[in-house]
């Protein structure tokens, strides 16, 4: 072996041990806060070792989700394990978590995701919307924020994030307008996830509670009539917020207008249209129309599977390999772990709390939810908070607010949790563009408080009056 062989193990060697330690460490980390919090939820709370013990079991989770001590996918199938040791769940309750219908909805989205990608589509609907638009720092920024809005219909936000992030970082060199493209991609992203009831974990997550505790979900339809235009709005705000101080700026974007779109996009558009219109009849307009009464995950399902069908189907199975099923078994968690809070009445334990609030006007009692949540998401993950903080709202305000109010208070907290612009940890678009395109912490927090702050304004007008018209 020779003297270079020798570094390059060395090297090796010391990136493992490194790796190592950080594990034990974040272990070590993740088992001492939750004996803390066991302890401190049984002593000093007087709670019931029931609830102290998922209390604990929840910080182990959270913190081990967060320090990536373990694979979030590992992670994730922990309550399994967890919960019925503990006693807090049987087996079979815990497992039957992992097959809820909204899983198998996000499945049929990622599938399309998956051939939307494979073939190019996104890069094609990106560059067309870059070329539509005003050759100029704020024509740009519209352009990525719309894109972004028109894939996150069929996407997640996290996938939108993904794939234009590429195309955000090759348009200029200036570190000064790279920043502001940046954010419009991730900005874009979170305010698409709220549009559609799959742009976002914790959507999927509200549906999946509405069915657990026996309300109405919201069918896909209502949740497109009721998001669209609070969407359209935060873009334009956006907009105004990301372009402010560009006006000097002098920009030649590299646009690639010579697209050619072949029968595979074109096949792929199709399909994606006889979705929608398939969703679109599915819905029911009372009392006019009763829908087609299909289910909606079985129908996502469906089209995703459709891409594996030969002529027809764009995706073979070792494409499946791409798809983020580590993301499905944090579905399974978070609905696992609302399953505990809710039997274990934690949310009794906040009922005297939220009766403070009792008092207070509607409009009120709203705003100071929505400044909540989107404080909370700075300190948790938006999956986390919504999968612990929604059974304890449902059941702490029953006795003051009625069903559709709770699945107001409930909705606006889900939404709320998208728009938290701030922190770089905060939702997972801010993450991605911070980690990759070296965005400053600063830069973040300043613009994404104004927009943070009339995504506010917007969602306690639009709950107090839009919204219920739905619910």
């Known amino acids: 072996m020779n003297e270079t062989d020798r570094n390059e193990n060395q090297v090796k060697n010391t990136q493992n041990d490194t790796k190592t330690r950080a594990i034990f460490l974040g272990l070590g980390l993740a088992i001492l806060l939750q004996i803390c919090s066991t302890l401190l939820v049984y002593f000093y709370l007087n709670a019931s070792l029931k609830v102290s013990v998922l209390t604990g079991a929840t910080v182990l989770l959270i913190t081990l989700w967060t320090n990536k001590a373990l694979p979030m996918g590992v992670v994730s199938l922990l309550p399994i394990i967890l919960f019925p040791v503990f006693g807090i769940l049987d087996t079979k309750s815990a497992t039957s978590n992992y097959a809820n219908p909204i899983n198998f909805l996000f499945l049929g989205g990622f599938m399309i995701a998956t051939a939307t990608e494979k073939i190019g589509l996104h890069h094609i609907i990106a560059r067309i919307f870059l070329a539509r638009f005003e050759q100029s720092p704020k024509g740009v920024i519209s352009a990525l924020g719309f894109a972004a809005i028109a894939l996150g219909t069929a996407l997640s936000n996290s996938t939108v994030t993904l794939l234009l992030l590429p195309v955000a970082l090759s348009i200029t060199d200036s570190p000064f307008l790279k920043t502001r493209f940046l954010l419009a991609v991730a900005f874009g992203s979170s305010i698409s996830g709220i549009t559609t009831p ?189 999968a612990i903080v929604l059974p304890i709202i449902n059941v702490a305000t029953s006795s003051f607010l009625d069903d559709t109010q709770r699945m107001l208070t409930m909705l606006i907290v889900t939404i709320c949790a998208s728009f938290s612009f701030m922190i770089p940890i905060s939702t997972p678009p801010n993450a991605i563009v911070f980690s990759q395109g070296g965005i400053k912490t600063w830069d973040m927090i300043r613009f994404g408080f104004l927009l943070s702050l009339a995504g506010i304004v917007l969602i306690t007008l639009f709950g107090i009056s839009y919204w219920r018209i739905f619910l």
């Not at 896909?220 to 669209?228: D, E, H, P, R």
Request: proline share 5%; hydrophobic share 55%.
């Open 198 to 386: 799959i742009g976002s974990p914790p959507n999927l997550i509200y549906l999946g509670f509405l069915e657990s505790i026996g309300l109405e979900r919201i069918n896909f339809i209502t949740w497109v009539l009721m998001m669209l235009p609070v969407t359209l709005l935060m873009f334009y705000m956006m907009v105004s917020i990301l372009s402010y101080g560009t006006k000097g700026y002098e920009l030649k974007p590299n646009i690639d207008n010579d697209i050619s779109i072949t029968k595979e996009h074109k096949r792929l558009l199709v399909i994606l249209a006889t979705l929608l219109i398939t969703l679109l009849l599915n819905s029911p307009i009372q009392p006019f129309y009763s829908g087609l009464g299909l289910n909606e995950n079985l129908v996502l399902l469906a089209f995703g599977l459709t891409m594996f069908m030969p002529k027809i189907g764009f995706l073979d199975w070792s494409d499946s390999k791409s798809i983020p099923y580590e993301l499905i078994f944090l579905f399974g968690a978070s609905f696992c772990i609302a399953m505990a809070f809710s039997q274990a009445e934690l949310g009794g334990a906040f009922e005297k709390f939220f009766k403070l609030f009792n008092s207070l006007p509607f409009i009120v009692f709203i705003f100071l939810v929505c400044c909540w949540a989107i404080v909370a998401t700075g300190f948790l993950s938006t999956t986390a908070l919504i």
